[in-house]
């Protein structure tokens, strides 16, 4: 047992964000989304929602300023509502990125998308069902 390790951080996860080196990536996903079909290393999480998952991680969890784009978003259809849930993450980006890595979001094209997660170091698949609640975030310079 360790030490302030907030309790929705389960062994697993606190393990892989450890072993991550910079660049290093996670998606962490809504329930909708084909988790298993598309990642190396799956952690489920169906009773978390993602905004409450992400303030768990962020504190521990350098954005990479290397990139341009060290968060990044599932693209909705230019027909379809605007997404909330992104304005939540903007804020909680905003409170715990040190670095000022994040600007804004970059947006991947859903197929695009189910292939990023194929390379990430993990899938968190939540029981989030908000709409396009997808996110990728990566892992920056720990210093």
Not at 77 to 100: A, M
């Amino acid at each position: 047992m360790l030490r302030n390790i907030p309790k929705i951080l389960p062994p697993d996860l606190v393990k892989y964000m450890m072993e991550m080196g910079h660049s290093d990536y996670i998606v962490i996903a809504d329930a909708g989304f084909p988790g298993t079909a598309h990642a190396k290393r799956m952690i489920r999480m169906d009773s978390v929602e993602i905004p409450e998952l992400l303030e768990a991680i962020l504190p521990f969890f350098p954005l990479d300023y290397f990139v341009e784009d060290p968060v990044r978003l599932m693209q909705k259809l230019p027909h379809e509502p605007e997404v909330t849930i992104w304005n939540t993450y903007d804020e909680l980006l905003k409170k715990y990125d040190k670095d000022n890595a994040y600007k804004n979001f970059a947006y991947v094209d859903r197929l695009d998308f189910y292939g990023e997660a194929e390379k990430a170091y993990v899938v968190i698949q939540t029981g989030d069902t908000s709409r396009y609640g997808n996110i990728i975030i990566q892992k920056g310079v720990c210093v």
